[in-house]
Nanobody, 121 residues
């Protein structure tokens, strides 16, 4: 079983910063991508940032220039550095890992438990 453990959420004032982390463990053969999503109350879950196995990154337009996704392959951990936070960033943030299993076709994914980020004005 693959497990993702998130940490780093909390309450911060507008303009502040937080760094989220997500550590993966379990029966992973290889990781294709690690991503961050967020979901605000009453809103659809949206992709925030993704880093592929090749090292490429993609960001939602709303966070470009403010958020940075990084990965420590040795630790199977992905980070999301969030700067210049605004109240619009308030959401539950979830990490997602896209991976393969040894001896199996296709890819699988699993989610972290979510961590609350609240930005006050």
């Amino acid at each position: 079983q693959v497990q993702l453990v998130e940490s780093g959420g909390g309450l911060v004032q507008a303009g502040g910063s937080l760094r989220l982390s997500c550590a993966a463990s379990g029966s992973i053969f290889s990781i294709n991508a690690m991503s961050w999503y967020r979901q605000a109350p009453g809103k659809q879950r949206e992709l925030v940032a993704v880093k592929t196995v090749g090292g490429s990154t993609n960001y939602a337009d709303s966070v470009k220039g403010r958020f940075t996704i990084s990965r420590d392959n040795a630790k199977n951990t992905v980070y999301l550095q969030m700067n210049s936070l605004t109240p619009e960033d308030t959401a539950v943030y979830y990490c997602n890992v896209l991976f393969t299993k040894l001896g199996y076709r296709g890819t699988y994914d699993t989610w972290g438990q979510g961590t609350q980020v609240t930005v006050s004005s």
